[in-house]
């Protein structure tokens, strides 16, 4: 508004005028920047450390005009043809390429994450589904910690199904992947392998630490009202370590095997192939 009411027949003090409003304008909104840079990933730290640029780009601007293009001759061919006002342009130039770039860079990592999450999440409980476990536990280090595999599955789960529906049953297995996402540590893979059965790839101290857990999770289930129907289920659970990435596979066929001796046992019990 400054630039459209203040009238000045010099152009370089029109341009002086412009950039300084220009910039004012964009350094409304710096302290929000600067906040959110910290936490922002890298892309997005990208766009706002250009942000950064080009607010800073016009104070600098209006620097140069003041300097610099006083002593030029003020008609519109002169100014124009000046080398600081050629560098000017191409500065503006080379920072929209720029810009432009991180901006699409940052569209293009949208959309691989959005199908990544279609490719590695299940759908109904945001869980990780086979796919993404599999592709997850790629990146842990098994060398820092130990590592055990829970593989548990609620037990009676058709007859809930067949008693109250199928949406009351979707509205359980979201309830139960809650608890299981509320109650993870950050280095905690869980994923939802199909039906009613949940696997949880969990790091802990010891043997006796990876029950304790487990027994955590078990009560935690089971002392949770479900639904407006006042459900209330069980598990039953199989419990194994875990050596090294390549025992992954291995470690799934002896959690699940153990889990089906705890329900050949009478369900409802964490059954594992160590003893404390």
């Given amino acids: 508004m400054t630039y459209f009411s203040y009238i000045q027949p010099q152009i370089w003090v029109r341009l002086i005028i412009l950039n300084i409003s220009l910039g004012l304008v964009g350094f409304i909104t710096i302290p929000h ?14 766009i706002l450390i250009f942000y950064l640029i080009s607010v800073s780009y016009s ?20 100014l124009t043809s000046s080398v600081w006002w050629l560098l000017c342009m191409s500065a503006n130039i080379l ?8 901006i ?21 409980t ?36 067949d008693t109250w529906g199928h949406y009351t049953g ?10 299981i996402l509320n109650n993870k540590k950050a280095n905690d ?16 101290k010891n ?4 029950l304790h857990q487990t027994q955590q999770l078990k009560a935690l289930i089971e002392q949770t009202v479900f639904t407006n129907n006042k459900i209330r289920i069980t598990a039953s659970y199989g419990l194994t370590s875990i050596n090294n990435l390549q025992d992954i596979e291995q470690a799934l066929h002896r959690a699940d095997h153990l889990l089906y001796r705890a329900k050949a046992n009478g369900r409802n019990q964490i059954s594992s192939d160590f003893v404390i």
């Fill in 126 to 161: 945001h869980l990780l589904n086979r796919r993404g476990f599999f592709e997850k536990n790629k990146v842990i280090d098994f060398g820092n910690s130990f590592y055990f595999l829970i593989y548990f599955d609620l037990d009676h789960f058709k007859t809930i199904n």
């Fill in 33 to 46: 920047v600067l906040k959110k840079l910290p936490s922002s990933k890298s892309f997005d730290k990208w």
């Fill in 189 to 204: 893979l869980v994923a939802r392998f199909g039906g009613e059965e949940f696997i949880c790839l969990i790091s802990a």
């Fill in 95 to 102: 920072l929209n390429i720029l810009f432009a770039l991180v």
């Fill in 59 to 78: 104070f600098f601007r209006a620097g140069i005009n003041f300097i610099f293009l006083e002593p030029i001759d003020q008609s519109q061919f002169t």
């Fill in 170 to 179: 979707d509205l359980i297995l979201k309830g139960v992947s809650e608890i």
């Fill in 104 to 124: 699409s860079g940052c569209a293009v990592k949208d959309v691989i994450h959005h199908l990544n999450n279609e490719r590695f999440q299940d759908p109904l």
């Fill in 207 to 210: 043997e006796r630490d990876a």
